[in-house]
T-cell receptor, first 115, second 115 residues
């Protein structure tokens, strides 16, 4: 069975600085997808970024980028130029290639942004 | 286009009571899922469906039933509520299209308390 681990329950960053959230996963599959979701206090789940395992190039979405290390089974999220609105719970998630609708989530990392 | 809707937003039950959490989507998505979110544990999959008439168990199915009679609706039934089912419940949907990298759309969540 696949597992996702986020070992940082809480992180803090100064506004305008850069922060990296860690995620590791375990799987025996070669084809899969990885995601980072943001959950602000409103509880809404917002997709931040996604990565296809077969792509070597790291995904980037504006200030958000990932460092995908397939051999190490590592998928970290880097937030550049942090903003107050980035404060939220961040979840790393895994999905098998042919298992749509089945996401496996990590425990989450609570990110606070200091002005 | 309302996306994924869930009702109710909040619910308090007594141990042993039954109830149904409603979930509906208007995006004609094939996949629908139910997750529960507990502190420190991320989101865990309860049940999911790949289409009308087809459901399957997720990671934590005990105490819950689902059915999928239409593409739009995917209700979650608690047969006999227990305090361990106190949680926040999220419904999600996504497309079956092979080119779609599973952008799961989440509902706003239902906060359930079982006394």
């Amino acid at each position: 069975a696949q597992t996702v681990t986020q070992s940082q329950p809480e992180m803090s960053v100064q506004e305008a600085e850069t922060v990296t959230l860690s995620c590791t996963y375990d799987t025996s599959e070669s084809d899969y997808y990885l995601f980072w979701y943001k959950q602000p206090p409103s509880r809404q789940m917002i997709l931040v970024i996604r990565q296809e395992a077969y792509k070597q190039q790291n995904a980037t979405e504006n200030r958000f980028s990932v460092n995908f290390q397939k051999a190490a089974k590592s998928f970290s999220l880097k937030i550049s130029d942090s903003q107050l609105g980035d404060a939220a719970m961040y979840f790393c998630a895994y999905r098998s290639y042919n298992q749509g609708g089945k996401l496996i989530f990590g425990q989450g990392t609570e990110l606070s942004v200091k002005p | 286009n309302a996306g994924v809707t869930q009702t109710p937003k909040f619910q308090v039950l007594k141990t042993g009571q039954s109830m149904t959490l409603q979930c509906a989507q208007d995006m004609n998505h094939e996949y629908m899922s139910w997750y529960r979110q507990d502190p420190g544990m991320g989101l865990r999959l309860i049940h999911y469906s790949v289409g009308a008439g087809i459901t399957d168990q997720g990671e934590v199915p005990n105490g819950y039933n689902v059915s999928r009679s239409t593409t739009e609706d995917f209700p979650l039934r608690l047969l006999s509520a227990a305090p361990s089912q106190t949680s926040v419940y999220f419904c999600a949907s996504s497309s079956l299209e092979s080119w779609s990298v599973d952008t799961q759309y989440f509902g706003p969540g239902t906060r359930l308390t079982v006394l």
